[in-house]
């Protein structure tokens, strides 16, 4: 087993890393340099420190210090406390925080206060102040345990993450990683996110408990675990890592009536649905264009609205109705597992909601589909359905043409889809009330 307790770290000098101040946010270094010259430690710490090794740019840069969040208060005037489970420090600088973490201490039950902090083996509140080597130990993997000292520049590794960096490897720090995972279960989401981020292999040891410990996420409240979907989902790499979270049996947990029809082929839906998506979700973040939770979380769970829809259609409900009802019954099977903000579920209603509108191009109708706010998302979310085989190519095609056509063309185009077409059940429910 790899030692990751030694109290002895290894502290490499400026001269033997890689790590330049001139890489590092000038707001960062103010952070480190007033905690400095006021008496306290301060070290760059975490995905920085990480990032910065291995030659990558950072999101953000955090600090850990052994000032107090009050104390590190009366330095900086920009400063606001937040937190209970972990209360932190954030330095505004404008739109640039720095968030300013106290040295958290390891191996109590209990915080300063005397409130247990540990429920059913799970890390609740965690308070507990502590030294360097405590906070570095009590980290999640090696390669986010590494701290850049501002007082030397040196790079210091109490859990050999520097080791790690060069092999490649995601290890969790200490010799027991189901009690890790036990802790705070969201590091299985980041083990698949690291993985996926940085192209390393999870270590075996750390890699097994994924398969049997999934079911740990239930206890996480709802709204982190939205927060962690999109961390993994709407970074770039989100294709690789719905498909490492379905090779863990993960999205299972977070998405199980999604994850039931992942097993059934209707023409390689949707399966093939919900990779298109994240794929084009991908791309669009790539090429630096807008991507919205709404249309992401509307992908992920097109599958169970659209066959609760199929059903009710079935029942010879209305379209109008039967959607709305669906897209209910969609919501309310989720929101106990992952909370989806109000702000996002009304636009992931109305993009559900004119995918059988779309279908009626006859009249008027397509003219006050194009001035609906919500109608370019949908019409991406039609696309989508139609590389997926869903919906016939021509359907989308016809759109497309709609679009960049001059009104006399659309008008030709409206008049030449009235004949026959009254009455035509919504081709959303094709093959899917029988799922």
């Not at 192209?199 to 750390?206: H, R």
């Not at 609906?372 to 989308?396: I, N, S």
Request: charged letters at 30%; aromatic letters at 8%.
């Amino acid at each position: 087993m790899h030692e990751t307790t030694s109290p002895s770290p290894l502290i490499v000098p400026r001269s033997e890393h890689r790590i330049s101040r001139a890489d590092i946010s000038e707001n960062a270094l103010k952070v480190l340099y007033r905690l400095k010259d006021g008496g306290y430690g301060a070290y760059l710490v975490g995905g920085g420190v990480r990032d910065l090794l291995l030659g990558r740019e950072p999101k953000d840069f955090d600090v850990a210090t052994d000032a107090t969040p009050e104390q590190v208060r009366k330095v900086f005037r920009n400063c606001r406390l937040i937190g209970r489970r972990f209360r932190l420090a954030h330095v505004h600088f404008g739109r640039e925080i720095v968030e300013v973490a106290t040295f958290r201490g390891g191996g109590q039950d209990k915080d300063a206060d005397g409130e247990h902090r540990i429920r059913n083996g799970m890390i609740v509140r965690d308070n507990s102040y502590g030294t360097r080597q405590e906070d570095a130990l009590r980290r999640d993997f090696s390669i986010n345990g590494l701290y850049y000292n501002i007082a030397d520049f040196s790079v210091i590794d109490y859990a050999g993450g520097l080791e790690d960096l060069r092999a490649g490897r995601l290890r969790l720090i200490g010799d027991d990683p189901e009690k890790r995972y036990r802790e705070d279960p969201v590091r299985m989401l980041r083990a698949v996110r690291f993985a996926c981020k940085l192209g390393f292999n999870i270590e075996p040891s750390c890699e097994r408990p994924l398969f049997a410990l999934g079911y740990l996420l239930r206890d996480v409240p709802p709204a982190r675990l939205f927060e962690e979907i999109l961390k993994l989902l709407q970074t770039g790499l989100g294709l690789c890592a719905f498909e490492k979270l379905r090779h863990y049996r993960l999205f299972a947990q977070l998405f199980p009536t999604t994850d039931v029809l992942l097993d059934h082929e209707d023409h390689n839906f949707p399966i093939t649905f919900v990779s298109r998506g994240l794929e084009n979700t991908d791309r669009r973040i790539r090429e630096e264009k807008p991507v919205t939770p709404a249309f992401l979380f509307a992908v992920l769970l097109w599958g169970p609205v659209r066959r609760r829809f199929a059903q009710l259609l079935a029942g010879d409900m209305a379209a109008n109705k039967a959607m709305i009802l669906a897209a209910g019954d969609a919501f309310a099977r989720q929101r106990s597992l992952v909370a989806i903000p109000k702000r996002f579920a009304l636009p992931m209603r109305e993009i559900w909601s004119l995918q059988p509108r779309l279908e009626r191009r006859e009249g008027k109708r397509p003219h006050r589909l194009l001035a609906h706010p919500r109608f370019r998302a949908a019409y991406d979310f039609l696309l989508l359905r139609a590389e997926a085989g869903e919906v016939d190519l021509v359907l989308a095609d016809w759109w497309t043409r709609f679009q960049a056509a001059d009104s006399q063309t659309q008008a030709e185009m409206t008049a030449g889809t009235t004949k026959g077409r009254r009455r035509r059940r919504p081709a959303v429910e094709k093959g899917m009330a029988g799922t």
